[in-house]
């Protein structure tokens, strides 16, 4: 379990299938509810996905509270989120979670620190009851404001798999400056028009 720049998340190396298979579990659903990667670098992020905008948009999104979703490329473990062509990647504006995923050979997959249908976390002690099932527990304090409930919406995602167009997954925390900056600086429109 690390911290993140929006919420607790629960990290595994996504191109392990065994630490994908225990993920799903410990989060108690199944496959067919996918799994963002977390990346240390946006350069990265070319690797294991096909990117159809501007590398400026990507950096103007990241890193940030933002999950862009894009086409997967050949090199993503066929087991992470095998019933989608599609995956989402986030680079947390946060240090330490950077670092982490830095050195490790491959992304993370990365969760949210609960039980699938329950609230985001924003202390280690909202889930103890995962503790037991994981490996390692990173305390790195209070996210954000406790008291607020916009605190826990998690990352805004967003899919940019269609080219020229943006659709809104989840609203999360960031969903406003987002998309301001795909509809007036680069022109996206919703998916929907």
């Known amino acids: 379990?690390?911290?993140t720049d929006t919420v607790y998340g629960v990290a595994?190396?996504?191109?392990?299938?065994?630490?994908?298979?225990?993920?799903?579990?410990?989060?108690?659903?199944?496959?067919?509810?996918?799994?963002?990667?977390?990346?240390?670098?946006?350069e990265r992020l070319y690797r294991y996905c096909r990117v159809n905008v501007p590398d400026e948009l990507l950096r103007d999104l990241l890193p940030g509270p933002v999950t862009l979703v894009l086409e997967r490329s050949e090199e993503l473990n066929k087991d992470l989120n095998p019933f989608t062509s599609l995956v989402g990647v986030r680079v947390p504006d946060h240090p330490f979670l950077r670092a982490v995923a830095r050195a490790c050979p491959g992304p993370l997959a990365l969760t949210s620190a609960n039980v699938s249908a329950q609230g985001s976390t924003?202390?280690?002690?909202?889930?103890?009851?995962?503790?037991?099932h994981l490996s390692l527990v990173i305390d790195g304090g209070p996210i954000?404001?406790?008291?607020?409930?916009?605190?826990?919406?998690?990352?805004?995602?967003?899919d940019l798999s269609v080219s020229g167009k943006f659709s809104i997954i989840r609203p999360g925390c960031a969903l406003t400056p987002t998309v301001e900056i795909l509809k007036k600086k680069y022109g996206l429109v919703p998916e929907s028009s």
């Open 12 to 42: 595994c190396l996504a191109q392990d299938s065994a630490a994908v298979r225990r993920i799903y579990s410990l989060k108690g659903r199944n496959g067919a509810k996918p799994l963002a990667i977390c990346l240390g670098d946006v």
């Open 122 to 132: 924003l202390t280690v002690q909202e889930f103890q009851d995962l503790w037991p």
């Open 144 to 158: 954000g404001d406790i008291q607020s409930p916009e605190c826990r919406l998690g990352s805004t995602v967003v």
């Open 1 to 3: 379990a690390v911290p």
